[in-house]
């Protein structure tokens, strides 16, 4: 299909990982084995709590780590394998915006320089009036194509970020946590951009956020992860109404809402996520499901369509019935 | 509003630094009452967290503090640091951000417990550490005696916050500082640990001061709300004054712009433009003017002239620091 | 913990390979060196005829491979150089026979230890606590005249080389105030009295110059430290200033100041060579410092070795006290 911008097939990443010098290296499943495929004009919401591999996920998505399994994707041609060279063609595709602005621009170059740094890894040598252009998509004007990082706000920085990543005009932009290092009154500025660049550039998105509410903000479609895997995955609406996956209900009831006074039916659950390093065994979440029964124990439940929907699925035995059937 | 544990008056802080003073805090109020949670909110720069480790006595000596802090009438500034410090852990406690980097790496967890405790309590260590693990166990650390023995990087985020929590209540503190309690936390353990706040001070009748830059979390535990904006109140009230009421432009703006997870997304957010200043960019006027939508509607005054907190009429203890006297969604 | 055994024991095999090469890089390094050391055994008048003989005698005579498996041989078997009356023994472990010396190179080094061990393990004490504290204090008055001073005291201390700052205590507390022993060792079994007396010198020379590195890495150390979140945590718990810093924020710097200690300590003890030829002391760097001279592959190649054992010996030292210190490391 020529409008699958991304696709990713029983992707698994795993890493190593050393204690004292005398322990044995474990690894850890950082993501293990997810399908997921992005389309185009669509923004795909990964949310997850922290150890969920949403972040690892992205970035084994752009191709910044190598899948440890599995098959990456993009715009049709499969690129699991490609490295160096031949990538460059790819990452006109495909680009990423990071959390940290602070972190991801460098303090020694100059607006104008972070600008041209794509072109130039291209072999191309950028006009002036294209990193205007640029910058001026993102709200920013010529005037600071001399400037340097510090001289920005944490909101100006993250818009310097995208326009980086717009730089080669790609169909699909990969934002980790874009908004969650900034203020809530900037955050709220960089999400409108988002929302105005997608209109204008026909963008699509994939955009990782454990800030639920960010993510409702913006994406048609939401995949939520928990232990290196998608458990519940479909369109917004639908995911956020009626969740069918007792962990995404449990974390949506977690978010507090802004209505003092209202109180909501929450489930608390108990305990942590489990460790990546040693996962248990069957449904990644049973340890903490208030639904858990022996059965979940024994295989990982797949993704399979919920709630007579075709594009709603969960992974889970005992996934909620529709919404409609609850109030009975 | 029963008798106040903790005043603060006029709290103004001010750092001299090699680029000249910068104003922190530049006079603010607030007082919390046993059991009442006082909730401060505002975004980077605002001076909420100064504010907190002003009351604590815990600034760098570059900090001046003036004004007034009382706990139970009883003024703490310019107290000397010995008396300061028997007041610290013991009448006042605190719990930060991120208890990883708060607790001490090379000790255990039952010992940095039992320390708290050791400091305001002539008691042998054996006694001390008891006192630990009870502290643990009431704090929901499932097998505390044996969990006590390990290392702060053996324990999840949100067991840490929890041994935080212990370590911040074990004297039994009449004032419980949150600094962003719950900021480093999943949503889940989030959850846990603001239920474990309220539940301990409901047991204790512990006045809480909630320092957050999260609205939601703020609406479900704050009594009373105090909104930060370059140093100064822009608005105090109730937690219902604010979120039902909001009085000042930047409150309402910031409600309008936080995206919300219980109802469809609006088509757009509403925002303020710009960033918050950064400390000592204050000027006269009001700090918020320019990036004010209503600034249009009052003039010149928004730049000329400091709005001071004034209450809104028919609304209680409700006030705003703003010199448009309407509520701003009535204009 | 068995793991921790397992470590070691892996760490040691390790250590071995690496003395192995070390040992015959030193052979290949002094065989490619165009001088004779039978030249020197044979004396004067030297015949072509004794030369001969004195070379079949070391074994010089055999190819340069087939003596180093010679020596590798003797550390487990033990070697005899010559035959009938003439014949000299070298027991296992034979590290090697010094002709010039006439004795085994392990008595050597064992002979000359102790002289190293105690001006080393001296010194490092001192230095230590020197370092460490004045770190401390530097810190602690960040940017104040004291802090100024141990700057100034680690800079002097780093720049200044040991002969210099030696032969000037040696001038000026030996021979003007007349205060202390200029030279000379006594065994600390014989007095230790006298075994101190005559060292305090060059312990305090060795720990001025070593504890430069200290202050200024505990200085920086304490200050990050400082800055730490858990040191604002103590203070809020109501500790006291000094309970802070010694209980809560030394912790965190012993780690680096301890890899430090140990590798320098490590280092030291396989020969102060420049603090013992100022204080004429016969220790380990003194020994290895004769042997090149004379052309001692024997000497040379068993005080390399043992160096370098030190060393290795050290760096396994300090992971494993810093696994102790750590709990991060220990309890991973």
Known sequence: MSDELLNLKDVKKYFGLRGAPWRKAQSVRAVDGVNLVVRKGETVGLVGESGSGKSTLARVATRLLDPTQGRVEIGGTDVTRLRGRRLRPIRRQIQMVFQDPQASLNPRQ???????????????????????????????????????????????????????????????????????????????????????????????????????????????????????????????????????????????SAVPVPEPGVSRDRIVLTGDVPTPINPPSGCPFRTRCYKAEDVCATERPVLEPVQGSTEHRAACYFPEPPTSERKQ | MAEPVLEVHDLHVTFSTEGGLVPAVDGIDFAVAPGETLAIVGESGSGKSVSS?????????????????????????????????????????????????????????????????????????????????????????????????????EFSGGMRQRVVIAMALVNDPRVLIADEPTTALDVTVQAQIMQLLEDVQAEFGTAMVLISHDLGVVAEVADDVLVMYAGRAAERGTVRDLFYRAAHPYSLGLLGAMPRVDVPPKLRLTTIPGSPPTPGSITTGCAFQPRCAYTDRVGERCITERPELTPRPGEGDHEAACHLGRRPSDV | ?????????????????????????????????????????????????????????????????????????????????????????????????SFPLARPVTTLIMDRLPITASIALGAAVLWLLLGVSLGVIAALNRGRILDRLAVGVALLGVSTPSFLLGLLAILVFGFWLNMVPVNGYVPLTESPVDWAWHLITPWIVLAILQAASYIRLTRSQMLEELNLDYITTARAKGAGELRVVVTHGLRGVLVP????????????????????????????????????????????VGVTLFSAFLIILANLVVDVVHGVLDPRVSHG
């Open chain 1, 110 to 252: 100059s607006v104008g320089t972070i600008l041209s740094t794509p072109y130039r890894a291209q072999g191309i040598r950028p006009t002036r009036a294209q990193l205007v252009e640029l910058l001026e998509q993102v709200g920013l004007a010529e005037q600071h194509l001399e400037r340097y990082p510090h001289e920005f706000s944490g909101g100006q920085r993250q818009r310097i970020g995208i326009a980086r990543a717009l730089a080669m005009k790609p169909g699909l932009l990969v934002c980790d946590e874009p908004v969650s290092a900034l203020d809530v009154s900037v955050q709220a500025q960089v999400l409108n951009l988002l929302a105005d660049l997608r209109d204008e550039l026909g963008l699509s998105y994939v955009l990782v956020a454990h800030d639920l509410a960010v993510v409702r903000q913006v994406a048609d479609r939401i995949a939520v992860m928990y232990l290196g895997t998608i458990v519940e995955e479909g369109p917004a609406a639908q995911v956020y109404e009626a969740p069918a996956h007792p962990y995404t209900k449990a974390l949506l």
């Open chain 2, 53 to 153: 480790a002003a009351v604590m006595g815990l600034l760098p000596s570059n900090a001046d503090v003036t004004g007034e802090v009382l706990l139970d009438g009883r003024e703490l500034i310019g107290l000397p640091n010995d008396e300061l410090r028997k007041i610290r852990g013991n009448d006042i406690a605190m719990v930060f951000q991120d208890a990883l980097s708060a607790l001490n790496p090379y000790y255990s967890v039952g010992w940095q417990v039992a320390e708290a405790y050791r400091l305001h309590h002539d008691v042998s260590k054996k006694k001390a550490h008891q006192r630990a693990i009870e502290m643990l166990d009431k704090v929901g650390i499932p097998d505390a005696a044996r969990r006590a023995d390990g290392y702060p990087h």
């Open chain 3, 257 to 300: 100041v301890i890899t430090l200690f140990g590798l320098d300590l490590g280092g030291l003890l396989g020969g102060a060579i420049l603090t013992e030829k100022v204080f004429s002391m016969q220790g380990l760097g003194d020994l290895l410092i004769s042997a090149v001279g004379q052309l001692d592959v024997a000497v040379v």
């Open chain 3, 1 to 97: 913990m068995p793991d921790l055994v397992w470590f070691i024991v892996r760490r040691l095999f390790a250590a071995l390979i690496v003395m192995l090469a070390l040992s015959l890089a030193v052979y290949l390094v002094f065989y490619a060196i165009p001088a004779d050391p039978a030249h020197l055994a044979c004396g004067k008048p030297c015949t072509p005829d004794r030369l001969e003989q004195a070379r079949h005698f070391m074994q010089l005579d055999q190819s340069t491979l087939q003596q180093y498996l010679n020596f590798l041989k003797g550390i487990v078997a033990g070697r005899t150089f010559g035959d009938g009356a003439a014949a000299v023994h070298c027991n296992a472990p034979c590290f090697g026979y």
